[in-house]
């Protein structure tokens, strides 16, 4: 996601800036720019592209750029492609911002200012704030800022100058990270230590609606009614590489926490009035409701988020799905034309096969959507429409939160289809949109509680083959759980629908082969039950993951992971947690290389 910076001091900032942006690639980018008080202005430099080619354009054409107080920014696109336009930081020659986070009523007010007279040059939702502190600036930077974090609504970390107020920073955050960094007469803003850790270890974490004023050097940290804090001044005291994994081990273990935020990000800028709304991509429920059948084309996770997709759909809008892998799609002459919708699902939106199985639709005449969440990527530009999933960038190969967010579209998709087909009342489409609502705050629940996890990963570290069974929207789950497993443990592997193990695999149970058995859906819930029974009889060794308000006695299962209960449907969102978990630690204790699986690649642009 994108990545902030700023700094107030006695150097030259543009050096600052630059190698502090530097610091913050790990986080993924496709274009930077920095602001800066500069011959009496502010005067700014924005590229698409790397940090070096910011370096280049500073270079050749603003070698003017010089002061002492600055802003910088990274930016991953989510509003408009990636472009030197759409670049941050955005603004005027009297208000510059740089931004992080999306805001999710910025159509309305877009719509305000322009009838204001103010013109738009970028796609983006962050030109819009800067236009409105323009539209409120009245000589009292505190005040504007004030009246506009009053207007705005959705994520946002903002670091903001403003040209009468030379040598100082405003920064403000709402749900996205910032932190202050403190030193000898300088100040910096940062959206992560690892940017400031060659010039300071000493900061402060500005906590939600709180506003940093850098001054000449010195940081005020006051809360929204403008009341000074004391706040306690933090030490790092993590090298760099941990400081890019935000303290975590691996960046797994942080995509996996990050879950929660990543599906926030996604959602609530699509629920209007209570309900999914994609109108922003160009699919209306009308649309929606007129197409005749649906396939989902994808690989690896991707594909199995689909799988998901295909049962919420057909269960709610009684539209039938079908979901292929990618490399078999393509090359299977597929009964597909005019009246279909093919859903390509990706995370990096560049996977080869995924990619031709589009074209394939495409020219045989069915509508196409992505589902992507790298934007301005191969697939989102082919496609005939996109959502975006907000998930921020993953490093680790082994997909975790790229999943979430996706089968979080999928189940959008599916109350409005269900809702547009009359499948369902207006009620229940706005019930089942909040039971969504509610996910990130019960997923956040299951991951302080890893430890269960842990100690059943301490179970499976030893074996060489592990079986996942489950029914319906659990075996999707179990396919998901077994190739994270796969991928980083190197322990072979394979999920099976449970009720099929009697018709062979069963004879391979042994108390080598453990059993996970995934069992979240109560109407399935017993026969499930029965099928672990008969691993158990058998000398087999059970792990059930289930509700927690579910009774599991000592003769189905040897160890059980509880889930919080919301409705069934909606189980998978928190039934992926622990399954991810459980790969992970497993993969930690067998001392593999676990951000980096060996012979695995994270965009495989190859057939
Ligand atoms: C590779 C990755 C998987 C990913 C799959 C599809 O195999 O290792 O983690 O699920 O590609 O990638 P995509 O970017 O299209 O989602």
């Known amino acids: 996601m994108c990545g902030i910076v700023g700094y107030v001091g006695k150097r030259d900032c543009t050096q600052i800036l630059l190698d502090s942006l530097s610091k913050l690639e790990y986080r993924g980018y496709d274009s930077a720019g920095i602001a800066v008080f500069s011959g009496g202005g502010i005067k700014t430099c924005k590229t698409m592209g790397r940090i070096a080619d910011l370096?280049?354009?500073?270079?050749?054409?603003?070698?003017?750029?010089?002061?002492?107080?600055g802003i910088g920014h990274t930016r991953w696109a989510t509003h408009g492609e990636p472009s030197d336009v759409n670049s941050h930081p955005h603004g005027n020659a009297e208000i510059s911002i740089v931004h992080n986070g999306i805001i999710e009523n910025y159509q309305k007010i877009k719509d305000f200012l322009i009838k204001r007279g103010y013109v738009f040059e970028s796609q983006t939702d962050t030109e819009t704030v800067a236009k409105l502190l323009d539209h409120y600036y009245d000589g009292d930077p505190m005040e504007t800022i004030r009246k506009v974090l009053g207007e705005i609504e959705g994520s946002y970390a903002l670091g903001i100058i403003f040209k009468d107020f030379p040598d100082r920073i405003y920064a403000v955050r709402k749900d996205s990270p910032l932190i202050v960094?403190?030193?000898?007469?300088?100040?910096?803003?940062a959206s992560d230590v690892p940017a400031i850790l060659k010039y300071t270890r000493d900061y402060y974490l500005l906590e939600q609606d709180e506003i940093a004023v850098l001054d000449n050097g010195k940081a005020q940290i006051y809360d929204k009614h403008g009341a000074l804090l004391e706040k306690e001044l933090k030490t790092a005291d993590w090298d760099m590489e941990a400081a890019e994994k935000g303290g975590y081990e691996h960046f797994m273990l942080k995509e996996i926490n990050e879950q929660p935020?990543?599906?926030?990000?996604?959602?609530?800028?699509?629920?209007?009035?209570?309900?999914?709304?994609?109108?922003?991509?160009?699919?209306?429920?009308?649309?929606?409701?007129?197409?005749?059948?649906?396939?989902?084309?994808?690989?690896?996770?991707?594909?199995?988020?689909?799988?998901?997709?295909?049962?919420?759909?057909?269960?709610?809008?009684?539209?039938?799905?079908?979901?292929?892998?990618?490399?078999?799609?393509?090359?299977?002459?597929?009964?597909?034309?005019?009246?279909?919708?093919?859903?390509?699902?990706s995370q990096s939106g560049e996977t080869a096969d995924s990619l031709e199985a589009l074209k394939l639709s495409k020219r045989r005449g069915a509508q196409t959507l992505a589902i992507v969440n790298v934007v301005g990527s191969s697939i989102a530009r082919e496609a005939d429409m996109v959502i975006y999933t907000h998930a921020g960038p993953e490093i680790s190969v082994a997909s975790t939160k790229a999943y979430s967010v996706q089968i979080a579209v999928f189940y959008m998709l599916?109350?409005?289809?269900?809702?547009?087909?009359?499948?369902?009342?207006?009620?229940?489409?706005?019930?089942?949109?909040?039971?969504?609502?509610?996910?990130?705050?019960?997923?956040?629940?299951?991951?302080?509680?890893?430890?269960?996890?842990?100690?059943?990963?301490?179970q499976l570290v030893n074996s060489e083959n592990l079986l996942y069974i489950g029914r319906g929207l659990d075996y999707a789950l179990s396919m998901e759980g077994s190739l994270k497993l796969k991928e980083i443990s190197y322990i072979h592997s394979e999920s099976y629908a449970a009720g099929e193990l009697k018709h062979g695999t069963i004879s391979l149970v042994t108390e080598s082969m453990p059993?996970?058995?995934?069992?979240?859906?109560?109407?399935?819930?017993?026969?499930?039950?029965?099928?672990?029974?008969?691993?158990?009889?058998?000398?087999?060794?059970?792990?059930?993951?289930?509700?927690?308000?579910t009774e599991v006695g000592d003769d189905v299962a040897d160890h059980k992971i509880g889930l919080p209960s919301i409705d069934d449907l909606l189980m998978p969102m928190l039934t992926v947690a622990p399954l991810q978990l459980i790969a992970y630690y497993t993969s930690v204790l067998r001392g593999n290389d676990v951000d980096k699986p060996r012979n695995l690649a994270k965009s495989v642009t190859v057939e």
């Open 515 to 549: 059993v996970i058995a995934v069992a979240t859906q109560h109407d399935l819930f017993e026969k499930t039950v029965s099928n672990a029974k008969e691993v158990k009889a058998r000398g087999g060794k059970v792990i059930i993951v289930t509700q927690e308000d």
């Open 261 to 345: 935020d990543a599906i926030r990000q996604t959602i609530s800028p699509r629920i209007s009035d209570g309900i999914p709304c994609f109108e922003e991509c160009g699919l209306t429920a009308e649309k929606l409701a007129a197409y005749r059948n649906i396939f989902v084309v994808a690989c690896g996770t991707a594909m199995h988020a689909g799988l998901v997709g295909k049962y919420v759909i057909e269960k709610l809008a009684r539209i039938p799905v079908t979901v292929d892998v990618a490399s078999e799609f393509r090359y299977r002459d597929p009964i597909i034309g005019e009246g279909d919708l093919v859903i390509i699902v």
């Open 181 to 189: 960094g403190v030193g000898e007469d300088e100040a910096f803003i």
């Open 414 to 458: 599916a109350f409005l289809l269900a809702y547009s087909r009359k499948q369902i009342s207006l009620e229940e489409c706005k019930r089942l949109t909040a039971v969504l609502e509610s996910v990130p705050e019960k997923l956040g629940e299951i991951l302080k509680s890893e430890k269960t996890c842990q100690f059943v990963a301490s």
């Open 55 to 69: 370096k280049e354009k500073i270079n050749s054409e603003c070698s003017d750029l010089c002061g002492s107080c």
